[in-house]
């Protein structure tokens, strides 16, 4: 049997415009999937209206044209998806799969810091609480393109996880992994901060039934105290910007290699000399600890 042909994708939140650590992450994701030959596909995360800022995903999308990252098909927006998240949500409470916590941060913090399923006997309703997956079977560790067999702690694995908040939004894990799911995406290509929330994105692959992508976490762009760069950090926009510069600077964060007279072509022509080059095995790693 043939592979299935390579579907990758590039999923920001329109919390802002993007950064460079944003950046990295796109023009990863980017080449891999050319470097397969495959689609590459865009999805706008927007499901957290508080953490949105108005006009945030028309400007990324600008941004990621400006620097030749050219997607195929339509973009996905997740605010579009709710019916179908609500759904899965509901199918599972019917079977029992999930149930209603109402449990707050401040008491899982005080019972050790990982919710010890306090509320999975209790049979709440739903009014102000939130929804949790039950955990079938704890994935302690799976294999990522980059890091090899990556370990997740116990207590993380074995916990049962939020789908859907208290507030009424949508979990990422939940929306992340249904939307995987739909849109056939066979590898997923993000940055190293999520790499421990990819074992609750297996559960949810496991428990639909359904095959999981590969996954490759890719290296963050940390600013001079250490801390990633993003937008709840106030990282700066790479709007205005030379473009020619910052597509030059992302893939030194990635490891490949690029010449100085790189910078007189166009973002397109760029791209198409750092495909050639595009060497996976480059791509540094950093400590896992810190995640």
Excluded at 65 to 80: A, I, N, P, R, T
Excluded at 219 to 239: F, R, T, W, Y
Aim: charged fraction near 20%; include cysteine; aromatic fraction near 8%.
């Amino acid at each position: 049997m043939s592979a299935k042909p390579y579907v990758g994708r590039f999923a920001p939140s329109p919390s802002g415009p993007l950064h460079l650590g944003s950046l990295v992450a796109a023009v990863g994701s980017y080449l891999q999937a050319r470097h397969h030959h495959g689609k590459w596909l865009v999805r706008i995360e927007d499901i957290d209206p508080p953490r949105e800022q108005v006009g945030a995903s028309k400007l990324i999308l600008q941004q990621l044209e400006q620097f030749g990252l050219h997607w195929d098909g339509e973009v996905l927006y997740q605010s579009q998806r709710l019916e179908a998240y609500q759904a899965q949500i509901d199918s599972w409470l019917q079977q029992h799969s999930a149930y209603f916590c109402q449990c707050t941060r401040k008491q899982i913090k005080a019972s050790g810091g990982y919710y010890l399923a306090t509320c999975r006997d209790l049979q709440l309703s739903g009014q102000d609480h939130a929804v949790r997956l039950q955990s079938e079977r704890a994935i302690e560790q799976f294999e990522d393109l980059a890091y090899g067999t990556v370990h997740i702690p116990a207590a993380l694995a074995e916990e049962d996880f939020i789908i859907k908040r208290r507030d009424g939004l949508y979990a990422y894990n939940l929306a992340v992994s249904l939307d995987d799911a739909k849109q056939g995406i066979t590898e997923v290509v993000r940055g190293a901060d999520l790499i421990l929330t990819t074992g609750r994105q297996l559960a949810i692959f496991e428990l639909l039934a359904k095959p999981a992508p590969k996954y490759l976490h890719l290296p963050l762009v940390l600013d001079e105290s250490g801390n990633k760069l993003s937008k709840q950090n106030h990282a700066p926009s790479i709007s205005g910007k030379q473009n020619q510069q910052l597509l030059l600077q992302a893939l030194r964060y990635l490891g490949q290699t690029s010449e100085a007279d790189w910078l007189e072509l166009s973002c397109e022509q760029i791209l198409n000399k750092a495909l050639a080059n595009w060497r996976l095995s480059s791509v540094p790693k950093i400590s896992l600890d810190s995640q």
